[in-house]
């Protein structure tokens, strides 16, 4: 029979800050951050361009293109694709570099969870 008796196993809250000081959660979060923030001001210019445009260039965005089909109509519809292109484009983003880091990470601390029980 042993005396040792084991180490307590860490809290949840220390489990959850340590994994938050990791270096391979700063790099998850840079990574999002790469994508996130440039894909961001890339949709808020392109809207101010149209709002812009809207308001100071009547005539240009007033020009017919065929039928009742203006250059402000295209514009308007173009916000539309653009939004979904972006959702698009962040979820390949993330099936390819986001998802399988916090894959990883929800492991590691799954198993640390399964090895101390529920509450730690």
């Not at 089909?69 to 173009?78: D, E, I, K, T």
């Not at 698009?88 to 990883?104: E, M």
């Not at 799954?110 to 101390?116: L, Q």
Request: glycine share 6%; hydrophobic share 50%; aromatic share 16%.
């Amino acid at each position: 029979m042993s005396t040792d008796t084991p180490a307590p196993a860490a809290s949840a809250p220390d489990r959850y800050s340590a994994v938050a000081q990791s270096d391979e959660f700063a790099g998850l979060r840079r990574t999002l951050r790469g994508f996130v923030f440039p894909m961001t001001v890339a949709f808020f210019l392109w809207y101010a361009l149209y709002v812009i445009l809207s308001a100071y260039a009547r005539d240009f965005m007033g020009t017919k293109l065929f039928g009742n089909v203006n250059v402000a109509l295209v514009f308007g519809l173009l916000q539309f694709v653009s939004t979904f292109l972006i959702a698009w484009l962040y979820s390949r983003f993330a099936d390819r570099k986001i998802d399988p880091v916090a894959d990883r990470i929800r492991a590691e601390v799954g198993e640390v969870n399964h090895e101390h029980g529920p509450r730690g």
